[in-house]
């Protein structure tokens, strides 16, 4: 008898059966994260490469995990709606229904943390790029039919129909569906790249010796709102990059630009929510089905700013 051969391993995810190369897939994923780390923080930095610079060194790592934060609105509706066109590949090919299931589960889950004109309007979006992609597939391979010699090229309508029936088929698939959510993340980047990935607050700092302050409070819209009056103190509406003695580094909202204050003459600092620039808060689809209230925790920059009262606001705090 001849030596004893290794049964064969097929694995999904490669033609032949081999398993995708993990390193080399672990090498993309950590150069892709590089480039979108460093272009994020060229974009938020409006293009200036001294705070570009100034917001990789203070902290790279919150570069990327404040941008998935800020990309929640847009990311859980792709989430859920990848893991329901997983689950109906998976199903239409005979996957194992454990995986099926768990698709579904975290995709339930996914579309209840969505807020809902989110999930709508990604929902239209996604559809529309594949039924646009399939438009385009179906017409060159139409177009490719047609240009056969004349004994074997078809009619223009038969043509059509069955490149149209061969990428029907293959509407939910890997080859469609990878180009399509790309498409849509390409998207979600290009258009709030410049967002900075930091909370906004509003900043009150002492400059002199004249600097005082009284904190009072008011109502608005039902619920409580800190009031300031400060004096001879001045304010700033910005991100602050870093708190820590001696320096508190801030980049104002408005323009982008660098700012260093004293720490210690720091007097006041509250969040705030930069209207036109950051997405509204909005309720989760749950919270529509039991038909909860939502009210956002944070009053806008402007309005907070003009509650501190006395206190001169930089040139540049808001855009």
Avoid at 266 to 287: A, D, M
Wanted: net charge positive; charged share 15%; with cysteine.
């Amino acid at each position: 008898m001849g030596p004893e051969r290794e049964p064969e391993q097929h694995h999904a995810g490669r033609p032949g059966g081999g398993l995708p190369d993990l390193q080399h897939a672990a090498t993309y994923g950590a150069v892709a994260l590089i480039a979108f780390t460093m272009l994020k923080a060229y974009a938020a930095a409006y293009f200036s490469l001294t705070t570009a610079a100034a917001l990789l060194t203070t902290a790279p790592i919150n570069v990327f995990l404040g941008s998935m934060v800020s990309y929640s609105y847009q990311l859980f509706p792709l989430l859920a709606l990848a893991l329901l066109v997983y689950a109906l590949h998976q199903w239409r090919t005979g996957g194992p229904p454990t995986m099926i299931m768990l698709a579904l589960g975290v995709a339930v889950v996914a579309v209840g943390a969505s807020p809902w004109p989110y999930l709508w309007q990604e929902t239209l979006i996604v559809a529309g790029i594949m039924l646009g992609l399939f438009a385009l597939s179906t017409a060159g391979d139409a177009l490719l039919m047609l240009r056969k010699p004349a004994p074997a090229r078809p009619r223009a309508a038969v043509a059509v129909r069955q490149a149209a029936a061969r990428h029907w088929r293959r509407l939910i698939t890997f080859r469609m569906v990878l180009p399509t959510f790309l498409i849509m993340v390409l998207a979600i980047l290009l258009q709030t790249m410049t967002n900075l990935w930091l909370p906004v607050e509003v900043v009150v700092y002492e400059q002199g010796p004249r600097c005082a302050m009284t904190i009072g409070a008011t109502d608005f819209a039902g619920r409580p709102v800190t009031l300031l009056d400060a004096p001879g103190c001045r304010q700033i509406v910005g991100h602050v990059l870093s708190d820590a003695e001696p320096w508190t580094t801030v980049v104002t909202a408005g323009d982008r630009r660098l700012r260093r204050i004293p720490t210690a003459g720091i007097r006041y600092r509250e969040l705030c929510h930069l209207n036109r620039v950051q997405p509204s808060g909005r309720r989760p689809l749950l919270w529509v089905i039991e038909r909860r209230g939502y009210a956002s925790p944070n009053l806008s920059c402007k309005r907070l700013s003009e509650n501190v009262k006395r206190a001169a606001l930089d040139p540049g705090s808001l855009p």
